[in-house]
């Protein structure tokens, strides 16, 4: 997605600048540009259609420098991918402005601004922020004034760097559902979307909160918040280096990436959540269109994110009214099909390079679907080029084997999708909005669930001789419960299998005793009553109970039976907080075994072969 680097220094700072970019590379997008105040106070522009190369290699025929500077890294929203429409955005021959996010309102400012007597040069939503910014100053406000005064007069989710020749000596930040970093460094300051592209130059970053504006100069820097006060943020240091990822304090990489969640999940949900709806912008410039003539689904994915979409297909039919296919892409390549009219096709990948489904959303665009949509989190792979439209899934670099942060982040897409879908459907505006807030909640909700790594720590020493395991769950739980298994057998190398519960009587049952663990996810929901009775059925047969349970179910541990209570989640949560659980149960497990956690026998992170 869209990426910006913003510097103010004594030295050049192009390459700063262009060194940002690239390392935000991974974030995707579409066309890049630079701007810079020269040492003469005239503002000097670059911008070029394509990879961050092509800016660069214009660079060297053309160049400019200039001690304070912004960069962007654009994926299309509003308006085609193009060099005219590449950030940055100027207003008259002084302000120039960088924005990532989606000004909701920007039809209704467009118009004010062409009665105010403004012309507009590109198809954006980002050309009416620094119209505004200019109009201000017009009327007598210095740069950060202008930025708190227009502001207030923008609807949606945004990340604002604006600097103006009139002011060589400041960059003006404003953060509102975007995020934007501010790096610490020795007589010169930095601005970044993501950190990682500062830390060539820096560790030291400070995080802006929800609506803070940052006023920074080469030797200082004074943050005000969202009512307009004077705040001090804390200084981070991060553990992190320009040449690799470490596994910081985590005894493995998947550890790490599981208590990475929070912070994953808030990253995908950032700038995608308006006041009351999902932004479809964040699905591509002509999501829209598309989503006004979806009528089926078809979701195509492989492992885990086969599991992701299976869930999907619950929220798709119950939330959205849409009809949902969900298949395994090496299962989906070879047999005949019938596509349905106005059929979305989904593909769903970590790596975006895994080869069925990769193969399967070639196969896909000669068979007439309405379009199709790819969920990754590798934003230059093959998948995201060769798709219609793409949301990536910010879950950060993914290291271990067992996908973890990828899974969750995953579904937290796949909700986003059904609440756009949704809309046009069966799902009223109070019901989009009440999802909206509740998933807000949802990296709260998922902080709580991974307090309870100490008692699964524990628990995990009663499976040090086990070799077999069964996972039950009912409704969008039961590829919760697939997903449990495969993460277990993944790491752990014991044979595990999961079933929906009502059918543990049609077979499964005949292998419960005393030596088999049987793992349920039981959260309170309609289906409750049902599940009870099975897990009385393991009970009966003299099967050792695993249930993670919803905090407000009169279950108790005893003999036989381990409850472990989980925090009260709004039921479309569920499926995402009960996947917590499993996967720590996996991850001590596996280190009860002695096995290699992050690089288990066998398999590979992105599986580019059939």
Same mark, same amino acid.
């Given at each position: 997605?869209?990426?910006?680097?913003?510097?103010?220094?004594?030295?050049? &700072?192009?390459?700063?600048?262009?060194?940002?970019?690239?390392?935000?590379?991974?974030?995707?997008?579409?066309?890049?540009?630079?701007?810079?105040?020269?040492?003469?106070?005239?503002?000097?522009?670059?911008?070029?259609?394509?990879?961050?190369?092509?800016?660069?290699?214009?660079?060297?025929?053309?160049?400019?420098?200039?001690?304070?500077?912004?960069?962007?890294?654009?994926?299309?929203?509003?308006?085609?991918?193009?060099?005219?429409?590449?950030?940055?955005?100027?207003?008259?021959?002084?302000?120039?402005?960088?924005?990532?996010?989606?000004?909701?309102?920007?039809?209704?400012?467009?118009?004010?601004?062409?009665?105010?007597?403004?012309?507009?040069?590109?198809?954006?939503?980002?050309?009416?922020?620094?119209?505004?910014?200019?109009?201000?100053?017009?009327?007598?406000?210095?740069?950060?004034?202008?930025?708190?005064?227009?502001?207030?007069?923008?609807?949606?989710?945004?990340?604002?760097?604006?600097?103006?020749?009139?002011?060589?000596?400041?960059?003006?930040?404003?953060?509102?559902?975007?995020?934007?970093?501010?790096?610490?460094?020795?007589?010169?300051?930095?601005?970044?979307?993501?950190?990682?592209?500062?830390?060539?130059?820096?560790?030291? =970053?400070?995080?802006?909160?929800?609506?803070?504006?940052?006023?920074?100069?080469?030797?200082?820097?004074?943050?005000?918040?969202?009512?307009?006060?004077?705040?001090?943020?804390? *200084?981070?240091?991060?553990?992190?280096?320009?040449?690799?990822?470490?596994?910081?304090?985590?005894?493995?990489?998947?550890?790490?990436?599981?208590?990475?969640?929070?912070?994953?999940?808030?990253?995908?949900?950032?700038?995608?959540?308006?006041?009351?709806?999902?932004?479809? #912008?964040?699905?591509?410039?002509?999501?829209?269109?598309?989503?006004?003539? &979806?009528?089926?689904?078809? *979701?195509?994915?492989?492992?885990?994110?086969?599991?992701?979409?299976?869930?999907?297909?619950?929220?798709?039919?119950?939330?959205?009214?849409?009809?949902?296919?969900?298949?395994?892409?090496?299962?989906?390549?070879?047999?005949?099909?019938?596509?349905?009219?106005?059929?979305?096709?989904?593909?769903?990948?970590?790596?975006? #390079?895994?080869?069925?489904?990769?193969?399967?959303?070639?196969?896909?665009?000669?068979?007439?679907?309405?379009?199709?949509?790819?969920?990754?989190?590798?934003?230059?792979?093959?998948?995201?080029?060769?798709?219609?439209?793409?949301?990536?899934?910010?879950?950060?670099?993914?290291?271990?084997?067992?996908?973890?942060?990828?899974?969750?982040?995953?579904?937290?897409?796949?909700?986003?999708?059904?609440?756009?879908?949704?809309?046009?459907?069966?799902?009223?505006?109070?019901? $989009?909005?009440?999802?909206?807030?509740?998933?807000?909640?949802?990296?709260?909700?998922?902080? %709580?669930?991974?307090?309870?790594?100490?008692? *699964? %720590?524990?628990?995990?020493?009663?499976?040090?001789?086990?070799?077999?395991?069964?996972?039950?769950?009912?409704?969008?739980?039961?590829?919760?419960?697939?997903?449990?298994?495969?993460?277990?057998? %993944?790491?752990?190398?014991?044979?595990? $299998?999961?079933?929906?519960?009502?059918?543990?009587?049609?077979?499964?049952?005949?292998?419960?005793?005393?030596?088999?663990?049987?793992?349920?996810?039981?959260?309170?929901?309609?289906?409750?009553?049902?599940?009870?009775?099975?897990?009385?059925?393991?009970?009966?047969?003299?099967?050792?109970?695993?249930? =993670?349970?919803?905090?407000?179910?009169?279950?108790?541990?005893?003999?036989?039976?381990?409850?472990?209570?989980?925090?009260?989640?709004?039921?479309?949560?569920?499926?995402?907080?009960?996947?917590?659980?499993?996967?720590?149960?996996?991850?001590? &497990?596996?280190? *009860?075994?002695?096995?290699?956690?992050?690089?288990?026998?066998?398999?590979?992170?992105?599986?580019?072969?059939?």
């Amino acid at each position: 997605m869209c990426g910006i680097v913003g510097a103010i220094a004594e030295r050049d &700072v192009t390459a700063i600048l262009i060194e940002g970019l690239k390392r935000l590379e991974y974030r995707g997008y579409d066309s890049a540009g630079l701007a810079v105040i020269d040492q003469d106070h005239h503002l000097r522009r670059l911008r070029a259609l394509g990879k961050v190369a092509n800016l660069e290699a214009a660079l060297k025929e053309k160049p400019i420098n200039g001690t304070c500077g912004i960069a962007h890294t654009r994926w299309a929203t509003h308006g085609k991918p193009s060099e005219i429409n590449a950030h940055p955005h100027q207003s008259g021959h002084d302000i120039a402005l960088v924005h990532n996010g989606i000004i909701e309102n920007h039809d209704v400012l467009r118009k004010e601004l062409v009665a105010a007597g403004y012309q507009f040069e590109t198809e954006t939503d980002t050309e009416v922020v620094a119209h505004l910014v200019h109009m201000h100053m017009q009327q007598g406000m210095d740069l950060l004034a202008a930025v708190k005064a227009a502001a207030p007069k923008l609807d949606g989710s945004y990340a604002i760097v604006v600097m103006t020749a009139k002011e060589p000596e400041h960059l003006v930040a404003l953060r509102h559902g975007n995020p934007i970093v501010l790096g610490i460094g020795f007589g010169e300051h930095y601005l970044a979307s993501d950190s990682l592209a500062l830390l060539p130059v820096t560790q030291r =970053f400070v995080y802006l909160d929800e609506g803070d504006v940052v006023d920074l100069q080469r030797n200082d820097y004074q943050i005000y918040d969202k009512n307009g006060q004077p705040v001090t943020r804390a *200084i981070k240091t991060l553990d992190m280096t320009a040449d690799g990822v470490s596994r910081g304090k985590y005894r493995h990489f998947m550890q790490k990436e599981i208590f990475e969640q929070v912070d994953a999940i808030s990253a995908t949900l950032e700038g995608r959540l308006g006041r009351t709806q999902v932004l479809q #912008e964040m699905f591509g410039a002509d999501a829209a269109n598309i989503f006004d003539k &979806v009528n089926n689904v078809q *979701i195509v994915a492989c492992g885990t994110s086969y599991h992701a979409g299976m869930v999907a297909r619950y929220w798709l039919e119950n939330y959205a009214g849409l009809s949902c296919q969900v298949e395994v892409a090496s299962e989906y390549r070879y047999r005949n099909k019938v596509v349905h009219p106005n059929t979305l096709f989904v593909a769903i990948s970590q790596s975006g #390079e895994t080869a069925d489904t990769l193969a399967a959303l070639r196969q896909a665009k000669t068979l007439g679907y309405l379009a199709s949509l790819v969920i990754c989190n590798v934003p230059e792979s093959s998948l995201v080029r060769e798709a219609d439209l793409i949301f990536m899934t910010r879950a950060g670099v993914e290291i271990g084997v067992a996908s973890t942060k990828a899974f969750t982040t995953q579904l937290a897409a796949l909700l986003l999708l059904t609440l756009v879908l949704g809309r046009r459907h069966c799902l009223t505006a109070d019901d $989009e909005a009440m999802i909206c807030d509740q998933l807000r909640q949802l990296p709260m909700l998922v902080e %709580e669930a991974l307090a309870l790594d100490p008692a *699964i %720590e524990k628990l995990s020493h009663q499976f040090a001789h086990k070799h077999n395991a069964l996972f039950l769950g009912r409704g969008e739980l039961y590829p919760v419960a697939l997903e449990g298994a495969l993460k277990l057998k %993944e790491i752990s190398y014991i044979h595990a $299998e999961a079933y929906p519960a009502g059918e543990l009587k049609h077979g499964p049952l005949a292998l419960v005793d005393k030596d088999m663990p049987v793992i349920a996810v039981a959260p309170n929901d309609h289906l409750i009553d049902k599940l009870k009775s099975n897990l009385h059925e393991v009970r009966a047969r003299g099967g050792e109970l695993i249930v =993670f349970a919803d905090s407000t179910l009169d279950l108790k541990s005893e003999p036989g039976l381990n409850v472990f209570m989980m925090p009260v989640v709004p039921v479309i949560l569920q499926s995402i907080v009960y996947t917590i659980p499993l996967q720590l149960l996996a991850y001590h &497990v596996a280190l *009860i075994k002695g096995t290699d956690v992050d690089q288990p026998r066998n398999l590979a992170k992105s599986v580019t072969v059939e």
